[in-house]
């Protein structure tokens, strides 16, 4: 890969963390979610129930041992390590007009900690964690308020993390909503929850344009704390292929691209598309996008696209034409040329060769994929060894194609932080045992375990990776 590319790993904090109580931090969304399971949707509880399973409380007590866990990133040789901020830590209700200082200073050690070992942190702002207080009391991004809410979050951060910190993201994976029928997708992106009758679709629209509104003005606010900053948004790139060839088919594909990915384009244009217009007009939805606004959101472009990738979809026409609106729960259909992980993501390597194409003629912008693994269930040894060679072999075949996509197609890419580097939370299902990690963690799905750290064989696989620049896989 070419010189200095950010090769790392990509947490969340409120996967990793724990301590979600320690130095004054405040509930979070992710705190009120209770664990699920495989094909079992997380239940979003009304505050916290005694005796339920809330497995972020504690998750993997990185809160404790990000010193002896970042030294073992280190040791695989890591460039640049992807966690986010938890809002709640700095802002506890989320509406606090002085951020709490104890929470700062966690997020100060931890990245002296990174840069000791050369390792440079690439930093998500809010990563499917805001204050539970802005859900309580605002409805969450359902609220105008939340805006400013967020942008003095923003602004306390890159404040004070000017000099530690280059590469920011506003709000993780902010185009899972489109799927605003699920509510573990709007809840963690927006903080949303529905009374019954409520048009679903619109609130999602309008608390998705707040967080765009609010993006962009973190964007330009951070440019001007410190000109050197790299901006970007992040998004959820699952590309949605034609069943067939046949034309249908394939108006339905670019329909269901353009509903999945119209938040990317107003991030990098600073303008709605012509398609979501009209898509508005259509559905009579009425959208509060005021003319200041439309200002903002021209003068808070990105500088990059950070982006997760584990899988692509497929979507078969179902005599929708002409409008094509697409629906993520009944329009998907099986992709007969992939095979599944244990999870039922579709695994397909090139079509993250694919997705950065897509991407880059679209926006001609720096990518970065800051997401990629698979979820795996691992067996250790009776010595303890952890032999994960499947989850080698995903890998390998992901990187090959970055490797294809960046020497023959020419894109610009920036960095590959797999996620889950570090066993943690599945923040889809709560599960610990849905594994990620190139480093196994002593936990079960009910939260029993020593929490011990123990290298798994894709540990030394991914430092030779590193060591090599990727040419040798
Ligand atoms: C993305 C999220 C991550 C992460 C990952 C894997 O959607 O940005 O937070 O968890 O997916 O998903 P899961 O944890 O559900 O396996």
């Known amino acids: 890969m070419k010189k200095g590319f950010l090769w790392g790993g990509a947490v969340a904090a409120h996967q990793l963390e724990g301590g979600y109580r320690e130095s004054g931090k405040g509930l979070s969304v992710a705190d009120v979610m209770i664990a699920g399971g495989n094909g079992v949707e997380r239940e979003i509880t009304e505050g916290i129930i005694e005796g339920k399973n809330y497995p972020n409380h504690e998750a993997i007590n990185f809160y404790a041992s990000y010193k002896e866990d970042i030294a073992l990133f280190a040791e695989m040789g890591f460039k640049c390590f992807r966690t986010s901020i938890a809002w709640s830590r700095i802002f506890p209700e989320g509406d606090e007009l002085t951020p709490n200082e104890d929470g700062l200073k966690f997020y100060d050690d931890l990245f002296d900690t990174c840069l000791k070992h050369g390792i440079e942190p690439v930093i998500t702002l809010s990563h499917f964690e805001m204050p539970y207080g802005l859900v309580t009391k605002y409805g969450g991004f359902r609220n105008r308020k939340c805006i400013d809410f967020f942008v003095r979050f ?259 890419i920036i960095g590959y932080t797999p996620w889950g580097c570090i066993d943690l939370v599945s923040a889809g299902s709560g599960e610990m045992e849905k594994r990620y990690g190139f480093i196994y963690v002593d936990k079960d799905n009910n939260g029993n375990g020593t929490l011990k750290r123990s290298k798994k064989d894709s540990f030394y696989w991914y430092q030779k990776v590193i060591a090599t620049n990727g040419a040798e896989l």
């Open 154 to 412: 923003a602004k306390t951060c890159f404040e004070r993390f000017k000099n530690k910190v280059t590469y920011w993201m506003t709000f993780n994976e902010i185009n899972n909503q489109a799927n605003y029928n699920r509510d573990f997708t709007v809840f963690t992106n927006s903080g949303l929850f529905f009374k019954p009758g409520e048009n679903r679709e619109e609130i999602m629209y309008n608390a998705a344009h707040y967080e765009l509104v609010a993006s962009a003005l973190a964007v330009k606010i951070g440019h001007e704390i410190n000109p050197n900053f790299k901006i970007g948004c992040m998004a959820a790139m699952c590309p949605i292929y034609p069943y067939s060839c046949s034309a249908k088919d394939m108006m339905y594909h670019t329909s269901a691209m353009q509903k999945r990915y119209w938040f990317i384009d107003v991030h990098v244009r600073g303008v709605y598309p012509e398609y979501i217009k009209k898509y508005f007009e259509r559905k009579n939805f009425n959208i509060d996008i005021t003319e200041s606004d439309t200002q903002i959101l021209k003068n808070g472009c990105v500088d990059y696209i950070g982006f997760s990738y584990y899988m692509s979809y497929v979507v078969k026409d179902l005599g929708k034409g002409p409008n094509y609106d697409y629906d993520e729960d009944t329009d998907l259909a099986d992709n007969p040329y992939l095979e599944k992980t244990a999870w039922g993501w579709a695994i397909d390597p090139e079509g993250l060769r694919y997705s950065l194409n897509w991407m880059y003629d679209r926006y001609m912008l720096p990518l970065f994929i800051v997401e990629n693994g698979m979820g795996a269930y691992d067996t250790v040894q009776a010595d303890g060894e952890i032999h994960d060679q499947y989850r080698i072999d995903y890998l390998k075949a992901h990187i090959q194609q970055v490797e294809l996509c960046a020497e023959i197609d020419g894109v610009d």
